[in-house]
């Protein structure tokens, strides 16, 4: 057990609908990451929140957003969802802002229909 | 720009057999490595890195890489594979220079260890 939390492990949804994932860091863990992971493009970096802030952004979509609360959990935001967003969506947390050791969760499986 | 190669798809390894997934990689500046492992249905996790030192990196479940500057490679190896270490596996690399700290991965290669 990596001891970050995502929720949901799956979900179901339709063309131009919105969800929101959300991911609880190991404790201790102030870096937040999102990746997409999908059959045709592999693993993509979506963006890192450190203690609060955005620390970084890759490939995200601008239909997508994300924020990381005081607690520190985190949620990743898909809105007007098409068929190509479907894939797996991985939290994984780090103690400092430097990707050296990440922690994976199991990640949440979005099926969009 | 930086990039990650693993070149095989698939790796079929007999038990008891050594294997080694390759990994290349192509930084600016100094690399930082690292090799993750995927099993079913589970987030990756991590399983060795290289930043500085010896060339040799041990890491775990038995697994070890090599860095090979010359090469620009980064192989993950173990002297005996067993069946349970059927999963995919990910090389990764990052620019010591990158001011984004971020990770490159490769696109992973499934290891099949056969009884």
């Known amino acids: 057990d990596s001891g970050v939390t995502q929720t949901p492990k799956h979900l179901i949804t339709a063309t131009g609908q919105r969800v929101t994932l959300r991911c609880s860091p190991r404790?201790?863990?102030?870096?937040v990451y999102w990746y997409q992971q999908s059959l045709d493009q592999g693993l993509q970096f979506l963006i890192q929140?450190?203690?609060?802030?955005?620390?970084a952004k890759g490939n995200i979509l601008e239909r997508f957003s994300a924020q990381q609360f005081p607690d520190l959990h985190s949620e990743l935001n898909l809105s007007s969802l098409e068929l190509g967003d479907s894939a797996l969506y991985f939290c994984?947390?780090?103690?400092?802002?430097?990707?050296?050791?990440?922690?994976f969760g199991s990640g949440t499986q979005l099926s969009v229909l | 720009a930086q990039s990650v190669a693993q070149p095989e798809d698939q790796v079929n390894v007999a038990e008891g057999n050594p294997l080694t997934v390759k990994c290349t990689y192509s930084?600016?500046?100094?690399?930082?490595l690292f090799w993750y492992v995927q099993y079913p249905n589970r987030g990756l996790q991590f399983l060795l890195k290289?930043?500085?030192?010896d060339n040799l990196v041990k890491g775990s479940y038995g697994f070890e890489a090599e860095f090979n500057k010359s090469q620009t490679s980064f192989h993950l190896k173990k002297p005996s594979a067993l069946v349970s270490d059927s999963a995919l596996y990910f090389c990764?690399?990052?620019?010591?220079?990158?001011?984004?700290?971020?990770?490159?991965w490769g696109a992973g290669t499934k290891l099949i260890i056969k009884p």
């Open positions: 994984a947390s780090s103690a400092g802002w430097s990707s050296e050791k990440l922690f």
């Open positions: 404790s201790g863990d102030l870096s």
């Open positions: 929140y450190y203690n609060g802030e955005e620390r």
């Open positions: 930084v600016s500046g100094n690399p930082y």
């Open positions: 290289y930043i500085t030192g």
């Open positions: 990764a690399v990052r620019d010591e220079s990158d001011s984004n700290y971020q990770l490159i």
